[in-house]
């Protein structure tokens, strides 16, 4: 007796069947990490595969309400709100990940930005989830930033914290997260004081994110680099916008630090001025204190000059751009080996610094520099620095 021969289309089906078993049959925590490397709306989809997969995506640990770190709003706000209720509502397993992102908040009319259900949502992850990673990004503009609420103080397993364009307010009983090693703040409207606090009570930081303009520092209160850099003493990742620079440094010459920043590894500097004081203090100081420096990434903030010069005239009539590099003298590189430079200008601070970078660095292997002179200008700029002393053999690339 002939076996009866299958349709292509029915053939089909068996092979997705055959493929689909295979899968079921693998070990929870590897189909898991399959589901969380998806977006949850296709983890969700797959509740209609059987009904072994009906509730499987509920068990995953990292929950995603995001279309990338400064991706698009995976869907309508209010229909957001309800789905992460409802797929709350359905967990039993611990979540360890949560991200959120929300853009445009000036959309919402009437009803406002959502603040009562975000509220209610991260208070519920702080009374019933071990959350570990946190990432909540909204894409605000003028007074429209998310005030956090103080249930976010109680997740006390974070080890990662990502926060933008929101405020956050200070605690004066919070204890820290003490295993926090990861912090970042985009635009965080937040006091001197609680930023202190904030550092001071998460003594495990090894990466740490300041990306912040002047008007996002709340409150009057004075500080300096030295109590920034005493609250990070295990810090060894640190990128900072270069206009926080004048919050923290009280004059224009360079000072030891009182405990060496020994585990700094990286050092990234994005919109910084090489044509004011606050900015060349900043690394300067920085460089003097972080022996085991590996690498430096400085992106140069082509219109802060006119910028700076018109809040700060009076450093410009008696700052020189050769006063920091006195107080390097005595200083050695001795592990970077790579430095980065984006929108340089071939101005004078601005190659003073890459000729001390060449002379100081003797493990250096690559210096890329990417520039905003013209075509016929780079030749020349390259020529002055294959000319400099080097302490390195090391290999200059200009884009």
Excluded at 307 to 335: A, F, G, N, Q, T
Excluded at 380 to 396: C, D, F, N, Q
Aim: net charge positive; with cysteine; aromatic share 10%.
């Amino acid at each position: 007796m002939k076996s009866k021969r299958l349709s292509k289309s029915e053939r089909l089906s068996k092979a997705k069947r055959l493929s689909l078993d295979k899968i079921t049959a693998l070990p929870l925590t590897i189909i898991e990490t399959i589901l969380c490397l998806i977006p949850i709306k296709e983890a969700a989809r797959t509740s209609i595969l059987s009904r072994e997969w009906r509730y499987r995506w509920t068990s995953i640990p990292k929950l995603d309400f995001s279309d990338g770190r400064y991706g698009r709003q995976i869907m309508e706000t209010s229909k957001l709100i309800r789905a992460i209720h409802q797929v709350l509502s359905l967990r039993h397993d611990p979540v360890h990940e949560f991200s959120l992102y929300i853009d445009d908040v000036d959309r919402f009319g009437k009803t406002g930005f959502p603040s009562r259900e975000l509220n209610q949502i991260i208070r519920h992850l702080s009374k019933n989830h071990p959350v570990k990673k946190l990432r909540l990004y909204f894409d605000a503009s003028g007074d429209s930033f998310y005030n956090l609420p103080s249930s976010v103080f109680s997740l006390r397993h974070l080890t990662e914290l990502y926060l933008g364009y929101c405020r956050l307010g200070h605690q004066s009983k919070f204890n820290g997260f003490r295993g926090l090693t990861s912090l970042s703040l985009d635009y965080v409207r937040i006091s001197r004081k609680t930023l202190l606090h904030l550092l001071s009570t998460s003594p495990s930081l090894k990466r740490f994110t300041l990306l912040m303009l002047e008007q996002d520092i709340l409150g009057r209160e004075k500080s300096t680099m030295i109590e920034l850099f005493e609250r990070l003493p295990v810090i060894e990742h640190l990128t900072v916008l270069g206009e926080i620079s004048p919050w923290f440094v009280p004059d224009l010459v360079p000072q030891e630090l009182p405990t060496s920043l020994i585990h700094l590894k990286y050092f990234c500097f994005t919109q910084m001025s090489f044509h004011d004081g606050f900015g060349l203090t900043f690394l300067a100081v920085l460089i003097k204190n972080s022996p085991n420096l590996e690498k430096i990434d400085l992106e140069i903030d082509t219109d802060s000059f006119i910028c700076e010069w018109i809040r700060y005239p009076e450093h410009y009539e008696k700052y020189h751009s050769d006063v920091w590099l006195e107080h390097l003298s005595d200083v050695w590189l001795e592990h970077l080996n790579e430095l980065k430079i984006e929108y340089i200008s071939n101005l004078e601070p601005e190659m003073d610094f890459l000729k001390f970078i060449l002379a100081r660095s003797p493990k250096l292997k690559k210096v890329s520099i990417r520039s905003e002179v013209k075509k016929d200008q780079e030749s020349g700029m390259l020529k002055t620095l294959l000319r400099a002393p080097r302490a390195s053999a090391v290999e200059i690339d200009v884009v």
